[in-house]
Every structure is written in C-alpha cells, then in structure tokens.
C-alpha cells in the first residue's frame, strides 16, 4: 500500500510539537505540501528543522498564528486561502479539577478544542468541495467517549470535536469530501511529560517509564499497557488523509491501545 499525497496541500493546526508535528512529518514523508502552524516562530522554525531531517526533500511552509483565536486564523486565511487536508489537532488539555474549573477555563477550552476546528473547517471546507476532493479530520481523544474524572473540561471538549465531525461529514455527503476523527489515547508527547513532571521528580524514573505507569495506573483497560508513540497515531491520520480512504467518512477512529472497553465506540 502507497500512500501518495503529492501535490495536496495539508494544513495542520498546532503542529510544532507532540501528535501535531508527527503528523506533519507523515504527510510531508507521503509527499504532500505541509503548512506548519505555532503561535511562536521559533517553535515554527525548530519544526520545519526537524521535519526536514526526516524527511530532507519535505515541502513545508510556516507560519506563526494563534489558532485558538478570530485574529490567528484570519492570520492563516490570508496566507493559505485553500488546502486539501486540514488537520485539526490544535487543543489544551491540563488535570484541574472539576470544582476548581471557572467559567472562564471551560471557555477557553471550548475555544481552542473545539471553536478553532469548526472556524477553520467553514473556511476550506467550500472549496474542497469545489473540487470534488478533501479530507477533514478532527483529533478527538478516548476522553471523547469515556470522560475522565480528572479532566472534564478536557473530555467535554473532545466529545464534541466527535459531535461535528460526524455531523459535518454527513451535511458534506456525495461531495467527495471525508470527515473523520481520531481518538488517540495517551500518547507519549512532551505534553503528557510535562503534566507528569511532578510525579517523575517523586519516583525518579524516566519521562517513559512514568509515562507507560501513569497508563497502567490512570487507564487501567489500556490492552498495550503503555502510552503510544506518536508515529502511530499519525501513521493512521496518513491514511485517512489519502485517496486510500475514500470509504471512511463520519468515523471515530481508535488509537488509544484499547483504553476504551468495547468492541465499537
């Protein structure tokens, strides 16, 4: 199986680290144009660097904007006014507790998870269809499905990346135009390292050790018993992503190593 995505034009949102920046490097080793978005050129600039060390002859452009707002995505729309893939991966997530999330920390959640997708989504979305072609594909999580109770802002966000997803492939049918979402679960990401900095320091062990104890320990129904890397989620975004996958649309797609205890959604 090729999956060959020369000459498409990918957008990925938040893609200069974790899951994001893995994609990218997926669909630029598939040989598509890949526009790489931060909110902080730097981080830009070590992206387009690191993907081109794997894949040398990637074709990449960057662009600093924050997508979470009206003004970051106007930003995008007046650089990249059309695209064949969007990716919206763009989202927060932290472990606050349900009594001490403020209005104002549910809000801004629901604006970057979810407001940033569905604004991106309505630009080039019309135009995708125009040409008969285009994938859509939201990141979602297994927190979409089975709401954790450490993080309920975060689940309630991610339930609703599915809601339009599914929606949005169903308004969009007969287009030629795929809309999926994916549910990774925990994924071995600087993010996730970062939200276990506290408990690495306690235990002493690696940022990979804690990583895979927090699954066994936090998602106790993981069949892998570890967190996934993050090629494997972006090895299944490469393909939804491409020609291959025209029969796959308004699915929620599992790569959370069986974190979620059922044989469908």
Same mark, same amino acid.
């Given at each position: ?17 974790? +899951?994001?920046? =893995? ?5 630029? #080793?598939?040989?598509?144009?890949? /526009?790489?978005? %931060? ?12 993907? @081109?060390?794997? /894949? !040398? ?16 995505? *106007?930003?995008?729309? $007046?650089?990249? !006014? ?25 809000? &801004?959640?629901? #604006? ?5 997708? /569905? &604004? ?13 072609? %285009?994938?859509? +594909? ?7 499905? $089975?709401?954790? %109770?450490?993080? +309920? ?17 169903? @308004? ?13 679960? !925990? ?5 996730? #390292?970062?939200?276990?900095? =506290? ?5 002493? @062990?690696?940022? @990979? #050790? *804690?990583?895979? *104890? ?36 308004? $699915?929620?797609?599992? /790569? ?8 469908? +959604?």
């Amino acid at each position: 199986m090729n999956i060959d995505l020369t000459g498409k034009l990918a957008i990925v949102s938040g893609s200069t680290a974790g +899951i994001g920046l =893995g994609i990218s490097k997926a669909l630029a #080793e598939s040989g598509a144009t890949v /526009v790489v978005i %931060g909110r902080e050129w730097y981080k830009v600039e070590h992206a387009l660097e690191d993907i @081109r060390q794997r /894949v !040398p002859e990637a074709k990449l452009r960057g662009l600093e904007a924050d997508l979470g707002t009206v003004e970051g995505a *106007e930003q995008l729309f $007046a650089s990249e !006014p059309r695209a064949d893939i969007l990716v919206n991966n763009l989202g927060i997530f932290n472990d606050v507790d349900f009594f001490d999330a403020h209005d104002s920390e549910w809000a &801004r959640f629901y #604006e970057v998870n979810v407001i940033s997708g /569905v &604004r991106l989504a309505r630009h080039y979305v019309p135009d995708m269809v125009g040409q008969g072609w %285009g994938r859509v +594909i939201f990141l979602s999580s297994e927190s979409g499905i $089975a709401t954790p %109770g450490d993080m +309920i802002n975060y689940g309630v966000t991610k339930s609703a990346n599915l809601a339009v997803s599914h929606g949005l492939a169903k @308004r969009l049918a007969g287009t030629g135009v795929t809309v999926n979402a994916i549910l990774p679960g !925990p994924t071995f990401t600087d993010g996730l #390292e970062h939200m276990l900095k =506290g408990a690495i320091a306690k235990s002493g @062990r690696s940022a @990979r #050790e *804690e990583a895979d *104890e927090f699954v066994r320990k936090a998602r106790p129904t993981s069949i892998i018993q570890r967190a996934a890397e993050v090629e494997e989620v972006a090895n299944l975004v490469a393909y939804i992503a491409s020609p291959l996958s025209s029969a796959t649309t308004g $699915a929620a797609l599992r /790569v959370d190593g069986g974190v979620v205890d059922s044989m469908a +959604i």
